[in-house]
């Protein structure tokens, strides 16, 4: 029996090698440092408050997309596997993730790739995995057409046109503003191509703020003089509400000087 007993160990620790580190204790600087980054990245926002995924729309004539199960779906990924769908949007089969915006990953520094890797890892598998995106004839006929992509399409692209590097002195708020903002505003902090009403704008924008203002829109998500601005109104009260206010202020200098720019 005890024989059998280390036997089983012993798969089991091969098992955990398998698929990447042991998990970190919770409340190990990792861990903690991972689930403030995964929330400011808006991990969170898509995966659902539990990161057990959620349906992100359904149509019958266009399409039906579920955001995966985080909790489950780490478990079947190496760390370096792991790396790669999160910088690329791509799965290790070659398969494509709809809808995940990669950019803002895919120039994370190592350290804090590994904090969100260990922060992910240590949360208990619960709910159920999600089906893949499944196509009505109108979303397949403008992928067919090249209309319709996935974003691990364009990172080449997107990575190929960053926001302007302003220098040393700038580096901390830009290398934030790519990972924090990017997702919404494009990689380049340039806003939609063709904007419509409602749509995330030129981050340039940030030059009509004062610091007061400027932060105030990243705690409340609130233009001057406490108008709420649509999408940003949720999404500042969730992901941006605890920034520092050293992070606030760097990501502010830099957007300021990138308008004056």
Known sequence: MLDRSRWMLGAAILAAVAVGAFAAPRGSPDVV??????????????????????????SADGATLYSSNL??????????????VIRTGERPDGTR??????????????????????????????GTDHPRIKMGPRFLKAVQAGQAKPESATLDADLARPAVDLGPRHARGRYLARTRC??????????????????????????????????????RGEAPGGKPIGEMATEARKRFARLSDGAADAIYDYLAARARR
């Open 33 to 58: 440092q991972g689930k403030r980054l995964a929330t400011e990245l808006g991990c969170h926002s898509c995966h659902d408050d539990a990161l057990t995924g959620k349906r992100l729309f359904a």
């Open 71 to 84: 909790t489950t779906a780490v478990r079947t990924y190496t760390d370096r596997q792991l790396d790669h």
């Open 97 to 126: 993730l709809w809808y995940m915006d990669a950019a803002p990953y895919a120039v994370l520094t190592p350290e804090k790739m590994k904090a969100i890797r260990a922060y992910l890892r240590g949360l208990r598998p619960v």
């Open 182 to 219: 990017g997702v919404c505003h494009a990689p380049d902090l340039g806003g939609t191509a063709d904007p419509q009403p409602g749509d995330p704008p030129d981050l340039a924008i940030a030059g009509s703020y004062d610091r007061a203002e400027f932060r105030r829109l990243l705690q």
